[in-house]
Every structure is written in C-alpha cells, then in structure tokens.
C-alpha cells in the first residue's frame, strides 16, 4: 500500500464527513431537489424517490447515511401532509401534487431558497 492510499482516504472520508455532519446541508439538497422535480414537471404530480432528489439536486455521492437524512426530511414533510408516500412497492417513493402547499410555494418561488426556508420551518 503506497502511502498516498491512507492520506486520499482520510480527504475523502474528511469530505463525506462534512456533507452530512450539516444537517442544514442535507436540507438545502433537499430543498434543491424539490424545487427541480416540480418546477420542470410537465403534470400534476412528481414522484421520486430519496436516491432520485439528490440526483434532480445534483449530488450523485448518495451514500447511505445521505439517503437516510433525505428519508428523514421526506417522512416529515409527509407527516405534516406536504407530500403522500406510497409504501406499495419495495422501495418507497414520495408524491408531490399541485393540491399541497408545497407545490405551489414551488411554483411561485424564485428559487430552492424559499423551499429551503420552508423545510426549515416544518424540521424544527
């Protein structure tokens, strides 16, 4: 093993590490991957899965403890009926129509700032 292994896996755990550490971070990619998914819909209705917000928020290291955070921000915008999970099949998507409050705070705001602001709001 050269000596360089230890140090580029200590940079890259250093890196994963911080992402997650912030959970404000996770929020914000959250928030980014919402606003994508709805903003470009051409229906009624986005559904996506936690794996597929990071892809719209274009972050492609979803690692576990990633997707976990994700599914934890989705479960509660769920349980405060912003979005309607569907557990029908083996991997559990999420729903967002344009009969949520979150659909249209979407569609009119400027940005994934605003929906960063409002997930703030529905975490704490």
Same mark, same amino acid.
């Given at each position: 093993?050269?000596? /360089?292994?230890?140090?580029?896996?200590?940079? &890259?755990?250093?890196?994963?590490?911080?992402?997650?550490?912030?959970?404000?971070?996770?929020?914000? &990619?959250?928030?980014?991957? =919402?606003?994508?998914?709805? %903003?470009?819909?051409?229906?009624?209705?986005?559904?996506?899965?936690? %794996?597929?917000? =990071?892809?719209?928020?274009?972050?492609?290291?979803?690692?576990?403890?990633? /997707?976990? =955070?994700? %599914?934890?921000? /989705?479960?509660?915008?769920?349980?405060?009926?912003? &979005?309607?999970?569907?557990?029908? #099949?083996?991997?559990?998507?999420? #729903?967002?129509?344009?009969?949520? #409050?979150?659909?249209? /705070?979407? %569609?009119?705001?400027?940005?994934?700032?605003?929906?960063?602001?409002?997930?703030?709001?529905?975490?704490?």
């Amino acid at each position: 093993m050269s000596p /360089l292994k230890p140090a580029v896996h200590v940079y &890259l755990m250093t890196q994963i590490t911080n992402i997650y550490a912030d959970f404000k971070k996770i929020e914000e &990619l959250v928030a980014r991957g =919402l606003w994508v998914a709805v %903003k470009y819909a051409r229906g009624t209705c986005v559904s996506f899965t936690p %794996k597929k917000v =990071l892809e719209y928020a274009e972050f492609n290291e979803a690692i576990p403890v990633v /997707l976990t =955070l994700v %599914k934890h921000i /989705l479960k509660q915008l769920n349980d405060e009926g912003y &979005l309607q999970m569907d557990s029908s #099949r083996s991997i559990v998507r999420y #729903r967002l129509c344009r009969d949520s #409050r979150l659909w249209d /705070l979407i %569609k009119q705001s400027g940005g994934p700032e605003d929906v960063f602001k409002f997930i703030e709001e529905v975490i704490e």
